[in-house]
């Protein structure tokens, strides 16, 4: 008993030191962090490291719900407009106030930037109406703009001018590196001490911080270790505190490991199988002697559903994922806007109805197709197809599995698209239900940039109807039922088989608390080291 | 003299030549570098934007003699993903490969030498093949495999050496180096011996080949005919002259520990040229790819001229030989 108060009160001690102490936290993942100029890339990783230094105009609480950051208040005025309030008494990191003028300076950056296109090419102008008001004006309605402004990232006019970077560095330009590649100036809870994308990228807490600081962490540092066993060693020898990315194989060692804990979060992205929706003929898809089929099986909606009854996710986030995935049965998931609890269920396995199905759309012996299958990327992808293969195989669908090294899937999609049946990650970049529409479902047409990411052609006139009303609508209730509608009609045509959310999986050793948010940040201000 | 020095000089243009057009060429195939910059998400006018500012719109031979042209006037162009120029990455992993790969030398020298030489001196006892076939496994093990060996035993249950990274380093001009501090040494000894142990066995077997063939010379059968000690007879009079080939073959092999590097780098995040490399190649950064292959190519050519040129000042037949380099006579 004596034991057991005694201990309690040197944890207790041990407790409040580190509270009041110095607290350094060494964290590693499998990529380097590239740039620390936010406007230059919207890449994963990087972005979850320059998010401690930048804030985002609008925030995201744990949950990736929005809330107030440097904007305290959003409201739409009519005309394209929305109207931003800006947080008074917000500091960079030089100590110089943040003000109306840098945040619309950075939007127009930003916007400008071609790997934002997607989230921010509508914006025409960021307008300075008064010290804390900035209207944004769009070149159409964007009822989901707010959520969009969570990855506007706002930097300092003053130092971009003084140090050359008004423009976003330009790839392929001659010359020496920009300042702002391994230099930062924003209003984030840490300010950059150093970054060395090679090795590490090292932070301090800013005290100035307009908001609170839950966490005691003084002093970070992000280390980048490729290899995988290497990581979890590092964490095992305790010369990492955390692993943000933990191989799926070594979750079981880490976690058996006494005093390591892990932590996990579906990430904002999930896997499904596109199937070929406008071509007449499907590409590389036969009859069982070898003949090209004169129709294109995929394009007749029950072939869609039988293949949506054969491939069993479950059992794919079971066996293939080792339980490390979250189903998806819906064309939008939890942390999106206009996501629906109710609406989120798998189809049922049920190999019976799809052998009835695929008899009556006039395949009772099947066929024979490929797939094409991303190798890196996105996580054991090259198992997921293997497992879908043999799923499709007990219904007489005979699927070869055509491997792709990234950036030849890459190129085949942006080049063609020249696939009629593939896997791929789905995430829709502004985190709104509607994206995944306006994105990915709608029939693809680049020029009025609707349908962009839908790689395999997926096409059905009423759902790109009522996708057009939902762009221009703003009252709630409204969306809220063209959002129902929408998803309800997507799983019925199969747009895609939806498959699962890949988790994000930390290790931690004993001692350290970091609560894990779905983009994979973070967040440094939250972090407790003891 | 002076023609062979031409002649190999103009040899190891003709290689470098061949070997930057293959170089570029593998290059311009490994995939789209416009769709591995910006992701799936950039619009068409986008795409061909940057296409035409990376000026990937060329048809390659003008491509390649401007890349010629820059490699030429020093300029290695800027890394498509970090955005810095490549010369400048190149100069700051440059000194991690070469301490890695110089230690990784000693390592396989250290090794290997006395284990030739027992085994050429107890030629037929059973413990020196038993040290020599114990060698060979060090070549059959892939690297990666006895590198995370190493990290299991020695970082994770040991916790004795670091298991990535170059530990603190130290500026010295523009070199960087982990030789002078403690972390830095610890962080040293894994990839080097990693790296090393597939060398091992190499050095070995030469080292007892050449041993014994000058074991059988005149004069040290003369120097046992004096009543010379055979410590005597085999580490100063026998070693001396087996060294001599060995030393040659170190070089050479300086150039494939520089090359084969990659492995280690890779396993024990050693933030080399192979690391670099590797980044690189996942990343379709073009710039970065030919530049590290042309380097490496270079540092070869460069070695090899050296040899051969070594080998003429050393053996007056060849200089006779002219210009098809052989021996006069042979």
Known sequence: MLKHTLMGAAAALALTAGMAGAENLRFAGATPALTMDPHATNDFTTTAIFRQVYDSLIGLSLDMELTPALATEWDYIGDNTWRFTIREGVQFHDGSALTAEDVAFSIMRQKDSRFYRSLFGGIQEARVVDATTVDVVSAGPDPILPRKMSRMFILSQAWAEANDVVDIPDLGAEGAEAHSIRNAMGTGPMRLLSHDPSVETRFEAFADYWDEMPGNVTTATYLNIGSGPTRVAALLSGEVDMVVDLPLQDIGRVEAAPGYTIAEAPQMLWMQLEMDGTRDQALETFDRAGNPLAENPFRDTRVRQAIAHTVDANLIADRVMRGKARVVGSASIPGFGGYQEDLDQRWETDLDRARELLAEAGYPDGFVTTMNCPLERYINTDDICRAVASMLARVGIDVRVNGMVWPEFARMLVNGPDSSFHLIGMGPDSRDTQDSFTGYVMTRNPDANEGFFNWALFSKPEIDELTRTLTVTFDEDEREGLYRDLLGRAREQVNAVYLHQPMIVWGMRGGVNAPIRSDATVTLQNVVVE | ?330
């Open chain 2, 1 to 330: 003299m002076i023609a062979l020095i031409a002649q190999r000089i103009a040899q190891a243009i003709v290689v470098l030549f061949v070997v930057s057009v293959l170089a570029f060429l593998l290059s311009t195939q490994i995939g789209d570098p416009v769709a591995s910059i910006l992701g799936l998400q950039a619009t068409p006018e986008d795409r061909l934007e940057l296409r035409a500012a990376l000026g990937l719109d060329d048809p390659w031979p003008t491509r390649y003699l401007e890349f010629v042209t820059n490699v030429l006037r020093g300029e290695l162009g800027v890394s498509y993903i970090t955005q810095r120029p490549v010369s400048e990455l190149i100069v700051e992993r440059l000194p991690a490969t070469f301490e890695l790969a110089g230690v990784a030398l000693l390592f396989s020298l250290g090794v290997g030498l006395p284990i030739g030489i027992y085994a050429a001196i107890n030629r037929g006892r059973w413990s020196a093949d038993a040290i020599l076939s114990l060698s060979v496994i060090g070549v059959s093990v892939p690297t990666f495999v006895i590198a995370i060996l190493l990290i299991f035993l020695f970082s994770v249950t040991l916790g004795w050496l670091p298991s990535f990274g170059r530990g603190q380093v130290v500026q010295v001009g523009w070199w960087t180096t982990g030789l002078l501090t403690p972390s830095g040494l610890k962080a040293l000894i894994m990839p080097a011996a990693a790296l090393a142990v597939s060398q091992v066995a190499l050095v070995a077997r030469l080292v007892r080949a050449e041993m014994i063939e000058v074991l059988r010379a005149d004069y040290i059968r003369f120097a046992r005919a004096r009543g010379l000690k055979p410590r005597v007879i085999h580490l100063s009079l026998a070693l001396r002259n087996t060294l001599i080939p060995v030393i040659t073959v170190s070089g050479i092999q300086l150039g494939f520990l520089f090359a084969f590097a990659v492995v280690a780098e890779a396993v024990f995040q050693w933030p080399g040229i192979g690391l670099l490399f590797l980044q690189a190649l996942g990343s379709t950064d073009v710039p970065i790819i030919s530049a590290i292959l042309l380097l490496t190519a270079a540092f070869f050519v460069a070695i090899n001229t050296i040899v051969d040129l070594l080998y003429a000042v050393v053996d007056p037949r060849l200089r006779a030989g002219g210009l098809n380099g052989r021996p006069a006579g042979a």
